[in-house]
């Protein structure tokens, strides 16, 4: 599918082109429907491709929990993640955001640009492509502003 896509995109390019360089050879609704048409295909083909390459990265991926230990603001946490909350850590930490995460032994653990972890996470190619694929969902993580 993504290869009939690129390859659509491409002669729709071309054609394109050809009317361009060859003036009055193609009415002027042709020339702005292609163009029109141009931004969408290139869109498709480049989800489509990211889907792929979300698919590569998750080959082989084991879902598990992992022990790890939290330190931020001077405290240090051990907490037992299970695959999805190590996942939503990692995203949180590669993206420096100010949260909190809330597992269900106790009080929320807050988490910014500075928290440590030390243990197992996925990587973010793993966690970009459960994102990309929409099998991330970070209920524990509550984004809270800059100054709370």
Partial sequence: MLLAYQILTGAALLLLLAFLLRAGTARAASVWGLTALLPVLIALTAAL???AQAEQDLKGYQ??????????????????????????????????????????????????????????????RVVEALSIRGQLQCRDIERRPANG
């Fill in 49 to 51: 491709r990211s889907q």
């Fill in 63 to 124: 879902p598990q929990s992992s022990v790890v230990v939290v330190r931020t603001a001077g405290v240090e946490y051990d907490v037992v993640l299970d695959a999805r909350e190590a996942a939503c850590l990692e995203r949180t930490l590669r993206l420096g955001t100010q949260t909190r995460l809330q597992l269900n032994e106790g009080a929320p653990i807050p988490v910014d640009a500075r928290t440590e972890v030390i243990g197992p996470l996925p990587s973010s």
